[in-house]
C-alpha cells in the first residue's frame, strides 16, 4: 500500500503537470531563423553551435541558433508567458514535464519543397517536422492521456517560419538550377504557394489552431546577397521580385485557407515589411548598418560561414544583421515587437497581442 508520504508527491506532482498544461504551449516549425538547436543532432553541415555564435545568450555560449542572442521564439515564447523556450525535439533533456510547454521542429536549411536545401544532406524536412509532431502528441498522450493531450494542442500557438530558402537554396543556388529550368518564376511562386497551403492543412488536421505564419524579409538585401548578386551596393533586384511576388500571394492564400474554414486559424505576419523598415532607415531604429552583418567576412561581411576566425564587431545592437543571412537579437526584437502589436499593414487579420486576449475570453 501507498505510503501517505509518496501519494502526497504523487499529488504534488499531478498538480505541478496541471498547472503547467494550463500555460498556452507553443510548438515551432520551419528552418534557421527560428531552429533553437535541432541541427546540433544532425549530421548536417547547417549548423551554429560553435563560437561566435550564442556570444550574447544568457550562458554565452552557442546553443545552435543562428543568432547572437535570442531567436524570434525565445522572444515570443516569453510574450505569451512561457517560463522558458520550448525545447529543440531531437535534444535528449525534452522529456516529461518539457513536453507541456510545447517544442522546437525547426530545422536550418529546410523549405517548403523536399529538394530545398539537398546540400545540408540531414536535416529535418518538413514533412519530417510533421512526423515528429505525430510522435510528440503520442508521446503527450502518454503523459496526459489523449483527451487532455487534444487539448494542450488545440490551445496552443504555433510558430511556422519556411520559405526563403526554397528561393535562395533552391532557385537561386546556382545559375540555371533545376527549379529555375522547370519554372519561370511566377510559375515557381505559385507551386511554392500551392506546396504550403497543403503543409498547413496538415497543421490544421494535426489540431492546431492559432497559427502564426511568417513571410520572407527582403531577400534580396541580406549581406550575403549583396555580397554575392547585389548591384552596385543596391539589393538584388531579381530576389526582391521573389519576395514581391511570393509575400502578397502567401497572404491570400493564408485568407482563404480562413475563409474556408471559417475561423482565423492562420494569422499572417509581414516579415517582409518589418525587415524592410529597419533595412531602408536603419539609423531611426539605433542600428549603423543594415548592410554590412556583424559576423562574417568579404564585402559586406556577407561570404561564408560566421566562425571564429570571422570579422566580428564589438556591439552587435549595432547591426541589424548577425551573419549573412539572420538578423541581430536586436532586428529579432523589433519583429515580435511588431508580430505583438503591429497594425493591419504588418499582421492579418490582427496582432497577436489581440488574439491572446481574445483567446483568453473564450
Not at 530545398?116 to 502528441?137: D, P, S
Request: proline content about 5%.
Amino acid at each position: 500500500m501507498a505510503s501517505s508520504a509518496s501519494l502526497m508527491v504523487l499529488a504534488l506532482l499531478m498538480a505541478s503537470i496541471a498547472a503547467i498544461a494550463e500555460a498556452r504551449a507553443f510548438f515551432i516549425f520551419g528552418d534557421s531563423l527560428v531552429d533553437s538547436g535541432n541541427n546540433n543532432y544532425l549530421e548536417t553541415t547547417a549548423r551554429a553551435d560553435s563560437p561566435p555564435y550564442g556570444i550574447d545568450y544568457p550562458t554565452g555560449r552557442p546553443t545552435g541558433r543562428f543568432s547572437n542572442g535570442l531567436n524570434i521564439p525565445d522572444l515570443i515564447g516569453k510574450q505569451i508567458g512561457l517560463s522558458e523556450s520550448p525545447l529543440p525535439y531531437l535534444s535528449p533533456d525534452f522529456n516529461g514535464k518539457k513536453l507541456l510547454l510545447g517544442a522546437n521542429f525547426a530545422s536550418a536549411g529546410v523549405g517548403i519543397l523536399n529538394d530545398t536545401g539537398v546540400q545540408f544532406v540531414n536535416i529535418l524536412r518538413m514533412y519530417r517536422q510533421l512526423e515528429l509532431f505525430e510522435e510528440y502528441k503520442r508521446r503527450l498522450s502518454g503523459l496526459l492521456g489523449t483527451r487532455q493531450a487534444n487539448r494542450v494542442v488545440n490551445q496552443a500557438l504555433v510558430l511556422i517560419t519556411v520559405g526563403g530558402n526554397d528561393f535562395v537554396n533552391n532557385y537561386y543556388l546556382v545559375p540555371f538550377s533545376a527549379r529555375s529550368r522547370q519554372y519561370s518564376l511566377p510559375d515557381y511562386v505559385r507551386f511554392l504557394i500551392s506546396e504550403y497551403r497543403k503543409l498547413l492543412m496538415k497543421l490544421y488536421k494535426a489540431g492546431a489552431r492559432r497559427v502564426l505564419v511568417t513571410g520572407t524579409g527582403p531577400l534580396g538585401c541580406v549581406p550575403a546577397e549583396l555580397a554575392m548578386r547585389g548591384n552596385n551596393g543596391g539589393c538584388s533586384q531579381e530576389l526582391q521580385r521573389a519576395a514581391s511576388l511570393y509575400n502578397p500571394q502567401l497572404v491570400q492564400m493564408i485568407n482563404g485557407l480562413n475563409d474556408k474554414i471559417g475561423r482565423d486559424v492562420f494569422i499572417s505576419a509581414n516579415t517582409q515589411k518589418m525587415h524592410n523598415d529597419f533595412v531602408s532607415d536603419p539609423q531611426a531604429f539605433g542600428f549603423t548598418t543594415s548592410e554590412i552583418a556583424c559576423c562574417g567576412q568579404g564585402p559586406y561581411n556577407g561570404l561564408g560561414l560566421c566562425t571564429q576566425l570571422s570579422n566580428l564587431c564589438p556591439n552587435r545592437d549595432l547591426y541589424a544583421f548577425w551573419d549573412p543571412f539572420h538578423p541581430s537579437e536586436k532586428a529579432n526584437k523589433l519583429i515580435v515587437e511588431q508580430i505583438m502589436t503591429g497594425s493591419n499593414e504588418y499582421m492579418n487579420p490582427t496582432n497577436l497581442s489581440t488574439i491572446i486576449a481574445f483567446d483568453s475570453k473564450i
